[in-house]
């Protein structure tokens, strides 16, 4: 008899990497000739938020191109960054926040497991809170699926990761 193979679909981030990419981009602001004394700064909010402040719309645009040199580097996705709204801050400032997009939203897990039927493999698909987990009898059908997500992961619009592979 044939044993159930399942892994499942999640989004998530290394918050130590996310931490160590504010750290370097913020030692990058205070050495480079054109961020230098421009009151620039850019502060993680516990795991939740990333927010940019500086003096105009071209530094800020300067400090969000370090910043995701800086995830890509580490092996972060720039898609878990979730642009707010910018907005003027004291002093004639600005200020951008960046959400950070961590689990997946009901909308997208009930999308992902309608691709996955959709693509007619031997697998159940079945939500459980931020994750998916697909099972089935047969492991290549399960990496099937899982090189069908990494393909069409463009338009999920998060990263997708693969964990307890049994």
């Known amino acids: 008899m044939a044993k159930e193979c399942s892994f499942d679909v999640v989004s ?25 004394n421009t009151n620039s ?23 969000l191109d370090i910043l995701q040199t800086k995830l890509v580097k580490r092996g972060l996705s720039i898609k878990i960054l979730d642009a707010q709204p910018q907005e003027n801050a004291l002093g004639g400032n600005v200020r951008q926040v960046y959400k950070l997009k961590k689990g997946l939203t009901q909308e997208l897990a009930k999308k992902i497991t309608a691709d996955i039927k959709n693509s007619k493999i031997k697998v159940q698909a079945s939500i459980q809170g931020e994750q998916v987990r697909v099972s089935g009898k047969d492991k290549d059908d399960l990496q099937a699926v899982i090189k069908m997500l ?16 049994r």
């Open 150 to 165: 990494r393909e069409n992961e463009d338009k999920y619009d998060v990263p997708l990761q693969f964990t307890n592979y």
């Open 12 to 36: 998530e981030f290394d918050k130590q990497e996310l931490v160590n990419a504010v750290d370097q981009t913020k030692r990058d602001i205070s050495q480079r000739f054109d961020l230098k």
């Open 41 to 63: 700064d850019i502060e993680l909010e516990a795991d939740k938020a990333i927010t940019i402040t500086t003096s105009d719309d071209m530094k800020l645009r300067n400090i």
